[in-house]
């Protein structure tokens, strides 16, 4: 895991500071922008040598749960905005959330889809492994969103705490299909198949960002922020499958 990257981190860890003469910006973010904020990360410190950001990886509604219980933070990124609202009718909001992005859901199947998996109504069959996101997680409850949509009652597996934890089952064969992002798949190509979701029955994920409130690195955080709604932010996030707000 490359540096920087901080998963499922305990709150005693999570302290900005000032280490050989680079002041670390402390980005707790949604599990599913891993891979872009990953970008982020390099193209923003490229730009600010003296800048460390350091990625608190995690569910959006754990990561909201460590930040109402006093966890330090100078930037959050949420897949859901009724988590960032909880967040802002706290009062730890420094400024107003703003939507840096979208995404969508897709099936995500171990390659060569052994088990034949061709849309949501396989979500039925008892006898497949299938796995969600658990209820609260935003993917979680746009999947069960989507089926429900579809008129289909799942018989799920596994519900696990985050999409990147339900997108590893999928990758180790452990299920037959899981219900992730569009940008999950695209981040793991060739380790799962992605089996589309129609548009009609998909619905659209939007992505808020916001400075903290307690943060100490305020200025900081709002230049970390404007970047990732700046054009090249933007491009970066792109790449991933990301769409724009």
């Not at 980005?27 to 923003?44: H, K, M, R």
């Not at 934890?165 to 799962?192: C, F, M, P, Q, S």
């Not at 690195?217 to 790449?239: C, N, R, W, Y």
Request: aromatic share 4%; with cysteine; hydrophobic share 50%.
């Amino acid at each position: 895991m490359r540096r920087g990257i901080l998963s499922v981190v305990t709150v005693g860890l999570l302290v900005s500071c000032s280490a050989g003469g680079r002041t670390e910006l402390l980005v707790s973010a949604a599990a599913s922008l891993a891979d872009g904020f990953a970008g982020l990360e390099a193209a923003f410190e490229n730009e600010n040598p003296d800048v460390d950001v350091v990625l608190n990886l995690g569910g959006s509604a754990a990561l909201r749960e460590q930040i109402l219980a006093g966890a330090p933070a100078a930037v959050f990124a949420a897949a859901n905005e009724a988590i960032m609202r909880d967040v802002a009718s706290a009062g730890l909001l420094g400024e107003p959330a703003q939507v840096f992005a979208t995404n969508r859901l897709a099936i995500a199947v171990p390659p060569g889809n052994v088990a034949g998996i061709g849309g949501l109504d396989d979500f039925a069959r008892p006898e497949l492994l299938l796995g969600l996101c658990a209820s609260g997680v935003p993917c979680g409850d746009l999947a069960r969103a989507a089926l429900q949509q579809a008129g289909v009652v799942p018989a799920v597996d596994t519900n696990e705490p985050n999409v990147r934890a339900l997108l590893t089952k999928v990758e180790l064969g452990d299920l037959d299909a899981g219900i992730v992002y569009v940008t999950d798949v695209i981040a793991r190509a060739g380790l799962v198949d992605e089996i589309p979701i129609s548009d009609e029955v998909n619905p659209v994920a939007r992505y808020p960002i916001a400075v903290l409130a307690d943060s100490a690195e305020q200025d900081l955080a709002s230049d970390f922020v404007a970047f990732v709604l700046s054009p090249k932010g933007q491009t970066i996030l792109a790449e991933q499958g990301f769409g724009a707000p």
